[in-house]
């Protein structure tokens, strides 16, 4: 008797079990994720682009979102069109998936889990479209409409912000009063009125502030850092830096100083002395640190 069974007779009733054929194993030959840039295609080979678990991933959503980030790649290299559809970390948690793929070791199946993200507070669901509806439109994603109502949201959102934060309400401001957790708006009925959904993003907006204004800043600084682009094939045996980050920016080539400060086991000052190597290189080559984001 082997220990599998062993293992299934030990179960309280299943002390006769009988196992007549035992389950499959799940192997697949994978790509180690970091060869890929963020647009899902391979950097050896830039017109290809892979989706799902051969990226080392597990999980239908997870295929998903992938398969839609390199479905359009895909199409627009294939038409001809320049710039690719990626998304930031602070964006989408399509973008945190990518981003762990590209520079977190991958040491078993990825599965994306909401603690990954270090600004959930901003990728909510009752947002997505406040996020992401711009980005979709100038890939073609979304139409013209949808594009018009979300535009139209975000302009009745700041007038009714400007509102609330202009009104003194029993003494004290009310975009103050808002913040606090035992403030109904609805119990009020002689405030100013908005749509529910102006409401729900104002309340939200109001109750979270301080904490959605420090992502924001933290936000603002892994955007500094993904700006300064690092060129291809650029030598990092930098003197100072230790030999295990050495080792790891030379095998994952990152394309960006953020994506560099995301590998694990690479610390603050070595990217900031990374920094000082890049800022030098460019001075000597004409290596531009801020591209622009292509535009479609
Ligand atoms: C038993 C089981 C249960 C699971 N349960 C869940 C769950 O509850 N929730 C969840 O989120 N995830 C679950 N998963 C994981 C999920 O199914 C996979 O992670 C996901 O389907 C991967 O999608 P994919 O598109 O990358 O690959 P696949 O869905 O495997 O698609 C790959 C496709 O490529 C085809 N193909 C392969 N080779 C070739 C070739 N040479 N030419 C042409 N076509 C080819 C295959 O036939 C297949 O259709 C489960 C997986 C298993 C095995």
């Avoid at 920016?249 to 400060?261: F, I, W």
């Avoid at 000597?284 to 801020?290: M, Q, R």
Wanted: glycine share 6%; hydrophobic share 40%.
């Amino acid at each position: 008797m082997d220990v599998q069974w062993l293992m299934v007779r030990s179960l309280p009733g299943l002390e006769n079990a009988l196992i007549s054929r035992y389950a499959y194993a799940i192997e697949y030959d994978f790509v180690f994720p970091h060869q890929l840039d963020l647009s899902l295609a391979l950097r050896r080979w830039p017109n290809l682009f892979l989706a799902g678990q051969i990226n080392g991933t597990s999980g239908y959503e997870e295929a998903a979102a992938q398969g839609l980030i390199a479905g359009v790649n895909a199409a627009r290299c294939v038409a001809g069109q320049s710039g690719t559809l990626t998304l930031r970390r602070d964006q989408a948690y399509i973008g945190v998936m990518i981003d762990d793929l590209i520079s977190k070791d991958i040491t078993e199946p990825y599965r994306l889990f909401t603690s990954r993200a270090e600004y959930r507070l901003s990728l909510r669901q009752d947002n997505a479209d406040r996020r992401l509806t711009a980005i979709g439109y100038q890939f073609g994603l979304a139409g013209n409409s949808e594009h018009q109502r979300v535009m139209a949201l975000e302009k009745d959102i700041a007038e009714a912000r400007q509102v609330i934060q202009g009104i003194r309400y029993g003494g004290k401001n009310l975009w103050e009063l808002m913040k606090q957790p035992d403030f109904n708006y609805a119990d009020h009925p002689e405030l100013p009125q908005f749509s529910p959904r102006v409401h729900e993003q104002l309340h939200i907006e109001a109750r979270y502030a301080g904490y959605i204004a420090h992502q924001d800043k933290q936000a603002q600084a892994l955007r500094k850092l993904d700006n300064w682009k690092i060129p291809a094939g650029f030598d990092f045996n930098i003197p100072g830096l230790s030999a295990e980050a050495v080792s790891k920016l030379c095998k994952r080539q990152p394309a960006t100083l953020g994506l560099a400060s995301r590998i694990d086991g690479v610390t603050p000052a070595e990217i900031a002395l990374l920094q000082v190597r890049l800022k030098a290189f460019s001075a000597t080559h004409s290596h531009d640190l801020n591209e622009e984001t292509p535009t479609p």
